[in-house]
């Protein structure tokens, strides 16, 4: 059975139609979706709008959700600034179709969630989720609207150590001391990380050499702290800034006198535009991802989000077209479910109380955080590492598609 008889099936299950005048099938339900569209991120914000439009289409093919055919329109939160995120929002939300709201981020700090609360507009998330976090768990029962498709980012911080171990114990790969250099972009997301790596580094006995923190937006020239790296040839060298161009232009400049280091890079490596820029001097990279697409035979949801996305787009899908494509699915069988877009917090409560496989593995939600669930059993941490311009998972070993290889410019 096709997802879109699946679909279909399960909407008519619900006799949703049924209790519908037949003039109801010409409503309209508007998704707002905000995405940064230029910009540095902007490969990440058309990939939002592409992946939400093709769930949309979907649907629409199937006879629609409720009565209504979605419609996707777009807000363009530019470079992420809350002047730009408010003028988005205030555009959309003037929309008295729009009763929905989605993205992957908006902004850095997600200060956004307080005007959806505001307005009891249902909002979905894929960001930055220890700023949702924080939002939402001192007071949930204010937050019935929103909700995250991505876990806590504390592995982010936690992982790394007891993975960069596991991979020297198994003999993987042969460390030269235990130093980690660290740089960061000074934004909400890159910063918060960079500093819980350097804690458990740390607490685990290792000396951080470095915890650079650079303004954010486009950087040229990470030459001076590379220098730095050179002289003390740390183990590991950690960026987390996350600008797919940046990240571009870090490798191409260690890659000019390279040291004996293991190098992971914080998201970039995960978007196209990435691999587009870097071509072959990418591999060896390693990145991880929470909530990005755990295409393994384990869960074939992945494959079948990124075959559709490919299909229709001729590109490889990064994490956030085949998370906003989820999220759009997520709306709608909350709307197929309450039957009507201006009952907004019976619809929140309805995603609230999603459980089923989406492509980055078992979603269910904390009802303390309002966060996805992180777990091996729900959504799992991944780590890849980059192959002559593939994306091997080396971690968890039980979703592996591959081992991880020493880096061609480590010579040991």
Do not use: C
């Not at 904390?366 to 799992?380: C, F, K, M, Y």
């Amino acid at each position: 059975m096709t997802r879109i008889s699946a679909f279909r099936n399960a909407l008519l299950a619900a006799a949703v139609f049924a209790v519908l005048p037949a003039h109801a099938q010409d409503k309209v339900a508007k998704i707002g979706i905000l995405a940064p569209l230029t910009g540095g991120a902007a490969a990440d914000g058309n990939e939002m709008v592409n992946g939400a439009k093709l769930a949309a289409d979907e649907i629409n093919a199937a006879g629609g959700v409720a009565g209504y055919k979605l419609e996707i329109v777009v807000g363009d939160t530019q470079d992420q600034a809350a002047d730009a995120v408010t003028s988005a929002f205030e555009r959309l939300a003037g929309d008295p179709d729009v009763n929905a709201m989605m993205t992957g981020y908006a902004s850095g700090s997600n200060f956004e969630i307080e005007l959806m609360a505001e307005q009891e507009m249902p909002y979905l998330i894929s960001a930055n989720s220890a700023q949702t976090r924080d939002i939402i768990a001192p007071a949930p029962d204010n937050f019935p609207t929103v909700w995250s498709l991505t876990p806590s980012y504390d592995a982010y911080e936690t992982a790394m150590v007891p993975v960069i171990t596991g991979l020297e114990e198994s003999g993987k790969i042969k460390l030269p001391n235990k130093k980690a250099a660290l740089i960061s972009s000074d934004n909400p997301y890159s910063k918060t990380i960079m500093e819980g790596l350097k804690k458990n580094f740390e607490a685990a006995g290792w000396t951080v050499t470095s915890a650079d923190l650079l303004p954010f937006g486009e950087i040229n020239d990470w030459r001076a702290f590379l220098a730095r790296v050179r002289q003390d040839e740390p183990a590991i060298i950690i960026n987390t800034d996350y600008l797919p161009g940046n990240a571009a232009k870090f490798v191409t400049q260690f890659l000019e006198t390279p040291t004996n280091s293991l190098v992971f890079i914080q998201y970039a490596p995960s978007v196209p535009e990435f691999l587009d820029l870097t071509k072959e001097h990418s591999t060896g990279i390693m990145y991880n991802l929470l909530g990005g697409v755990l295409d393994t035979p384990k869960n074939p949801r992945a494959a079948e989000v990124a075959k559709k996305y490919e299909d229709k787009y001729g590109v490889k899908t990064g994490s956030y077209g085949a998370a906003l494509y989820e999220q759009v699915y997520v709306y709608a069988e909350a709307l197929a479910k309450v039957g009507d877009a201006s009952k907004r917090i019976e619809i929140g409560q309805a995603i609230g109380a999603t459980e089923k496989q989406i492509a980055s593995g078992k979603l269910k939600f904390d009802p303390a955080t309002h966060l996805a669930v992180q777990g091996e059993d729900a959504i799992p941490i991944q780590f890849f590492q980059i192959w002559d311009g593939e994306r091997v998972l080396f971690y968890p070993s039980a979703y592996a598609s591959g081992d991880f290889r020493t880096p061609p410019w480590i010579k040991q």
